[in-house]
């Protein structure tokens, strides 16, 4: 059975860091992956996303530069080292996988067959 479960939320003050990890059990260098958030009251967005191999990374205009996804396929793990934290940044964050995605698709939601639960997010200011 799939499971897919993030972890390292928390709260932190502006301009603090955090690293949010995902544990994936599924064969997981067959599937690239992302980050997806959601703050209260608003649409679930694109954060983040990375190939199977690492080959390619994508980020959302907002947290580029600030944010960075990585993964390490021997530990079936997915991260996203959040720095310069801001509180626009408050959010569930989610992990995804998807095996079909690519330079064109990678922020759909509809690209990722498999989601976590979400860890939260909050930003002080």
């Known amino acids: 059975q799939v499971q897919v479960v993030e972890s390292g939320g928390g709260l932190v003050q502006a301009g603090g860091s955090l690293r949010l990890s995902c544990v994936a059990r599924?064969?997981?260098?067959?599937?690239?992956m992302g980050w997806f958030r959601q703050a209260p009251g608003k649409e679930r967005e694109f954060v983040a996303a990375?190939?199977?191999?690492?080959?390619?990374?994508y980020y959302a205009d907002s947290v580029k530069g600030r944010f960075t996804i990585s993964r390490d396929n021997a530990l079936s793990t997915l991260y996203l080292q959040m720095n310069s934290l801001k509180p626009e940044d408050t959010a569930v964050y989610y992990c995804?996988?998807?095996?079909?995605?690519?330079?064109?698709?990678?922020?759909?939601?509809?690209?990722?067959?498999?989601w976590g639960q979400g860890t939260s997010v909050t930003v002080s200011s």
């Open positions: 990375i190939t199977r191999s690492s080959s390619s990374t």
């Open positions: 599924l064969t997981f260098g067959n599937y690239a």
């Open positions: 995804a996988a998807g095996a079909l995605l690519n330079s064109d698709n990678y922020h759909y939601r509809r690209t990722y067959a498999f």
